[in-house]
């Protein structure tokens, strides 16, 4: 069964600190793909990131990166210099490499940024 | 580009009554997603459609929950005889689809439905 894991229910951060939010996820298929969205307060998913499972190079778009390590299975995000706009509900999923394409999402973080 | 559309954005009903939500996906996206955000059950995917096909309806919670799609384009989503647990964020998505690949979806701004 596919599952993904995000521990961190809530964390706050105060404007321009690092923040680093964590998923794991389980999966007997060799390929398979993870993704990142991003919920704001409006409500609508905004996609971030997807990474191919044989593909390991962490990659890095502007104040936001990720580091994917398939022998930990776990695929985190990390926002440098948090900014207010950067609040918003994370989360991370799994897709199988066949058949439906459906997502499986974790439960979500919900990342606050103080001024 | 357009992105995904959806309406009503807000729906309540009694119920008992049925419901429909409509979908609009982007434009050439063959791949079609419903999926339910609830505050105790997450996001859950609800039907799949590959074009007007829909390979997967593993998803929807109950005989009462139906879903079509017309012309590759526009999904229905209907609610027969609709239950308070049926209250949820209904999320549409849609990708490029196909069949050798997997591609981001890309999420409408949902339906509110309220079941009173």
């Known amino acids: 069964a596919q599952k993904v894991t995000q521990a961190q229910t809530e964390i706050s951060v105060v404007e321009k600190e690092d923040v680093t939010l964590d998923c794991v996820y389980e999966t007997r298929d060799t390929t398979y793909y993870l993704f990142w969205y991003k919920q704001p307060p409006s409500g609508e998913l905004v996609f971030l990131i997807r990474r191919n499972s044989f593909d390991e190079q962490n990659e890095i778009s502007g104040r936001y990166s990720w580091n994917f390590q398939k022998s930990t299975s776990s695929f985190n995000f990390t926002i440098t210099a948090s900014q207010v706009v950067d609040s918003a509900v994370y989360f991370c999923?799994?897709?199988?490499?066949?058949?439906?394409?459906?997502?499986?999402f974790g439960t979500g973080t919900r990342l606050q940024v103080f001024p | 580009g357009a992105g995904v559309s959806q309406s009503p954005s807000n729906k309540v009903t009694e119920k008992g009554k049925d419901v429909e939500l409509r979908c609009d996906p982007i434009?050439?996206?063959?791949?079609l997603y419903w999926y339910r955000q609830s505050l105790g059950q997450g996001l859950e995917f609800l039907i799949y459609f590959q074009g007007n096909s829909a390979p997967d309806k593993s998803g929807l919670p109950s005989d009462r929950f139906s879903a079509e799609r017309t012309g590759g384009s526009v999904s229905t989503l209907t609610i027969q005889r609709t239950q308070q647990e049926d209250s949820a964020v209904y999320l549409c998505?849609?990708?490029?689809?196909?069949?050798?690949?997997?591609?981001?979806?890309?999420f409408g701004p949902g339906t509110r439905l309220t079941v009173t």
């Open positions: 999923a799994l897709i199988r490499s066949y058949n439906t394409d459906k997502l499986i």
């Open positions: 998505a849609s990708s490029l689809g196909g069949t050798s690949g997997t591609y981001e979806q890309y």
């Open positions: 434009s050439g996206h063959t791949a």
